[in-house]
């Protein structure tokens, strides 16, 4: 008689007490991303003890009703943080570096344990291109091993640990060891706090390494070196294909060239996603990102900035 497998995170389960905290970071160009995140998370659950904590940097007041929409139609709590306004974000982050396609904001997660209130033991980190299609429990109950961090192993780690050709980046990571993809943490706060990640930040300047990194995942990952719990690939399936549909993922991660909020995408759940995040917001993104896109080259035209 053939057995079914044993589904992977029932034997790493844990009872956690109290609420689900779940935090995202982004600007106000990402709102909705974010929106559809939270709300895939909250219609994948019976929960809703969920608590999101919502930081991000200069997000219009215009956009507060999307994020309310959700306190009204599942009852879970809805915590704002304005990082333009946070002294700490501001010295340890602000001046990090970034790229043409990524923003200041994606650093707040190096400064969890200091901007969520006190009291919050466990904290699940998304990025904001992530989208849930399992109930978040089953994440938010891993057993951490008694480590800072928990997440998946990247499939593109040595790329990242060693730069171009496997080579540009030698001397800082080691290509034969684990390495996780930092868009999907599970948090143990105190000993994430215990860390002291401002004053790592302090040595790789010191050492300087600090703009041959790839952002925070790179300085997480030396940070947590060996002393972080490996899950289950289908907590955080990077690149999602619409074949993924089928092996039962749990958490996606549209890190690919195609994103489900664009108006044709080949990616897993894309008809879906436009449902979740509602199609008048899906739409209204949609002019949003058309408005920026042509501003900007108007703007490059005309020599303004």
């Not at 790789?204 to 030396?222: H, P, S, V």
């Not at 719990?229 to 060239?257: C, E, S």
Request: net charge positive.
């Amino acid at each position: 008689m053939i057995r079914p497998a044993a589904d992977p995170w029932e034997c790493a389960k844990i009872s956690v007490s109290g609420p689900i905290h779940i935090v995202l970071t982004f600007d106000d160009n990402f709102w909705a991303p974010a929106f559809a995140v939270a709300r895939s998370i909250c219609l994948c659950t019976t929960r809703r003890d969920l608590v999101f904590h919502l930081l991000h940097d200069g997000l219009k007041a215009e956009r507060m009703p999307d994020f309310e929409n959700l306190r009204q139609e599942f009852g879970v709590t809805v915590n704002h943080y304005e990082l333009s306004q946070n002294a700490r974000f501001n010295e340890v982050c602000r001046n990090l570096p970034v790229d043409n396609r990524l923003h200041t904001v994606m650093y707040a997660r190096l400064l969890i344990d200091a901007i969520l209130p006190a009291g919050v033991e466990r904290a699940i980190y998304l990025d904001c291109d992530t989208f849930a299609v399992s109930p978040i429990e089953k994440l938010f109950e891993q057993d951490m091993q008694g480590r800072p961090v928990a997440g998946v192993s990247d499939p593109i780690r040595q790329l990242n640990m060693l730069g171009r050709d496997i080579r540009t980046k030698t001397g800082i990571f080691d290509p034969a060891q684990d390495y996780f993809n930092s868009g999907v943490m599970l948090i143990d706060v105190p000993k994430y706090a215990a860390a002291n990640i401002p004053a790592r930040i302090e040595e790789f300047k010191a050492r300087g390494i600090l703009e041959k990194l790839y952002f925070d995942q790179d300085m997480l990952n030396l940070i947590f070196k060996d002393n972080w719990t490996k899950l289950p690939w289908r907590f955080n399936v990077t690149d999602p294909q619409v074949a993924h549909q089928a092996m039962d993922p749990y958490i996606l991660h549209y890190t690919g060239r195609a994103r489900p909020w664009l108006l044709y995408a080949n990616v897993a759940y894309r008809r879906s996603y436009r449902h979740v995040m509602t199609n008048e917001l899906f739409y209204r993104y949609m002019r949003h990102r058309w408005k920026r896109f042509w501003l900007k080259r108007w703007n490059k035209l005309t020599g303004k900035r």
